[in-house]
């Protein structure tokens, strides 16, 4: 079975400030990683993955993501917070292979910037 | 083309009623998945069909019948809910191929039941 920890239900930024939303997963084998970002009534919009190769993957909108395997972890990052990145994140994960497994999401962390 | 389009996007349905959502893609993609998620609440997983065929069923009620007429088009028949089926159901395709996992969400049909 694979699973994703988000510890914190809701994060608080100032503008301009550096933010980090955490991720941490189970899954057997190698995992496959992904973070998401959904503003109020919208889908889902893709910001970064990890598949493999380097650790640190950059994404869309200025955020970044660290892969750490021996801490099973994987947190979103952002050197300087916007107001507009206000929204839920989801961290997901499958585990890699073959299949069509479906994605497996996190409970969600609310980012919060203020102005 | 590198959406999933849903529709419709709103839907408001009675308890006898029967209605059907649809989702589109033409990324050549070849697994589809139908996830449902309630306010506040992350996405969870009810189908996935690839090649086609449903490869993944998580249980759900009798009440959803998905359907996956062709490799573009996924539908979700929906018959006699209940208020608690209340959810944004949201489609998503995936590629396969290896070192290129990628998931495409659409932006989801908002579903009421009265």
């Known amino acids: 079975a694979q699973s994703v920890a988000q510890p914190e239900d809701q994060v608080n930024v100032a503008e301009g400030n550096p933010l980090t939303v955490k991720c941490t997963y189970s899954?057997?084998?190698?995992?496959?990683l992904f973070w998401y970002v959904q503003y109020p009534n919208r889908g889902l919009q893709f910001l970064l993955k990890y598949i493999t190769g380097d650790n640190l993957v950059k994404g869309s909108y200025g955020f970044e993501a660290e892969f750490n395997k021996s801490q099973t972890s994987f947190h979103l990052k952002k050197p300087s917070a916007l107001v507009s990145d206000s929204a839920l994140y989801f961290c997901?994960?499958?585990?890699?292979?073959?299949?069509?497994?479906?994605?497996?999401f996190g409970k969600g962390t609310h980012l919060i910037i203020q102005p | 083309d590198t959406e999933v389009t849903q529709t419709p996007k709103h839907l408001v349905m009675g308890m006898t009623n029967k209605k059907s959502l649809k989702c589109e893609q033409h990324m050549g993609h070849r697994a589809m998945y139908w996830y449902k998620q309630k306010a506040k609440k992350p996405p969870e997983l009810m189908f996935v069909y690839s090649y086609e065929k449903l490869s993944i069923n998580e249980s759900v009620p009798s009440r959803f019948s998905p359907e996956c007429p062709n490799s573009s088009l996924l539908n979700l028949h929906l018959h006699a809910l209940q208020p608690e089926d209340s959810a944004l159901y949201l489609c998503?395709?995936?590629?396969?191929?290896?070192?290129?996992?990628?998931?495409?969400f659409g932006s989801g049909t908002r579903l009421t039941v009265v």
């Open positions: 998503a395709s995936s590629q396969r191929q290896q070192g290129s996992y990628g998931y495409t």
């Open positions: 899954v057997s084998g190698n995992p496959y």
């Open positions: 997901a994960v499958r585990a890699s292979g073959g299949g069509a497994d479906g994605l497996t």
